[in-house]
Every structure is written in C-alpha cells, then in structure tokens.
C-alpha cells in the first residue's frame, strides 16, 4: 500500500545550493524516523524530475515537490500547483505542473493535489558548499514543514500557502 503522503525532493547535492532539496529532505527523513507520521509519508530524491516520476503520484492523497531556486522570494515559497501541458526543458527535464499533467493522463483518476516548496538559493556553482542564505532558507524551510505536516487536510495546506510569501 502506498503512503498517502509522497514528497519528491529534486537537486544535485554537487552544486552549491542546488543541494537544498536533498538537504532539506535528509532532514525529514530524519524528523519522521521519531514520528508517528512515518508511515503517512514516501520520500523520494532526485537529480531532476523525469516522466516516470508521474508513476509515483497515483494514488496518493497529497504530493510535496521541493527544489531550489534562484529567484524565489526569501527564505522559501509555499504554493499549490495545477497540471499543465507545458513539457518545455528547464533546469529540470519536467516541471512538477508537467508531471502531474502526465499523472492525469495515465490514469483513471484526477492527479492529486501538489505543492510546491521552493527554497531560496544564491550559488549553483559546482563544488561549492551551501550558502549563508541557503542555510537560512533550510532551517526556516524545515521549521514550516514540521507545521505544515502536521495538518491533514488539504485546506489547511492552501492556507499555510497563503502564508508563507
């Protein structure tokens, strides 16, 4: 049986802030190893998101994408998505809207309601350790989460979205 719960963490751990996705999903696992919530929860990481990735998404009751990103407001943005058709290349081979859109047309049912967590960076450089901002934006990042999962419905999850930019 699958978790109700998925989160899929996207970055490469090699490139500077690229790797608070990783990071930022190390720490959950970490945080729901001493939870009761463990089991509501599949965690998986990636370089990037791929068409398979939409596999994953069916059946699931909520799904949580975290990446990093240059441009985002600090420390973090919190925002639901939609499915799109948009299957343009960006950093990422798909975007998560592409993914769910997929999600929706390989199956029976609507894809499932999905968040994206985007966390600020400033330097993807390869080899490079992770910035004073990206910290900051993990630790902040982490601390919302531990709230945000806590609440079971989806309206609480629109409305901590709300919050957070």
Same mark, same amino acid.
């Given at each position: 049986?699958?978790?109700? &719960?998925? *989160?899929?963490? /996207? !970055?490469?751990?090699?490139?500077?802030?690229? $790797? %608070?996705? @990783?990071?930022?999903?190390?720490?959950?696992?970490?945080?729901?190893?001493?939870s009761?919530?463990?089991?509501?929860?599949?965690?998986?990481?990636?370089?990037?998101?791929?068409?398979?990735?939409?596999?994953?998404?069916?059946?699931?009751?909520?799904?949580?994408?975290?990446?990093?990103?240059?441009?985002?407001?600090?420390?973090?943005?919190? &925002?639901? *998505?939609?499915? /799109? !058709?948009?299957?343009?290349?960006?950093?990422? $081979? %798909?975007? @998560?809207?592409?993914?769910?859109?997929?999600?929706?047309?390989?199956?029976?049912?609507?894809?499932?309601?999905?968040?994206?967590?985007?966390?600020?960076?400033?330097?993807?450089?390869?080899?490079?350790?992770l910035?004073?901002?990206?910290?900051?934006?993990?630790?902040?990042?982490?601390?919302?989460?531990?709230?945000?999962?806590?609440k079971?419905?989806?309206?609480?999850?629109?409305?901590?979205?709300?919050?957070?930019?």
């Open positions: 049986m699958k978790a109700p &719960f998925l *989160i899929v963490a /996207t !970055g490469n751990p090699s490139r500077g802030d690229d $790797a %608070l996705g @990783p990071l930022l999903l190390a720490r959950i696992a970490d945080w729901l190893a001493g009761p919530l463990a089991s509501r929860f599949e965690l998986i990481e990636d370089f990037q998101l791929q068409i398979e990735h939409a596999l994953d998404l069916a059946g699931r009751q909520r799904v949580l994408f975290i990446d990093a990103g240059m441009r985002t407001p600090g420390p973090y943005r919190f &925002f639901e *998505i939609q499915p /799109t !058709g948009d299957m343009a290349h960006t950093t990422h $081979a %798909l975007s @998560p809207e592409a993914v769910l859109a997929v999600c929706g047309r390989i199956g029976n049912e609507a894809p499932p309601p999905a968040f994206v967590l985007c966390l600020r960076g400033e330097s993807f450089v390869l080899g490079e350790p910035s004073t901002t990206a910290s900051h934006s993990l630790a902040a990042a982490f601390a919302f989460l531990v709230r945000v999962f806590e079971t419905e989806v309206a609480d999850w629109r409305a901590a979205s709300y919050n957070s930019n």
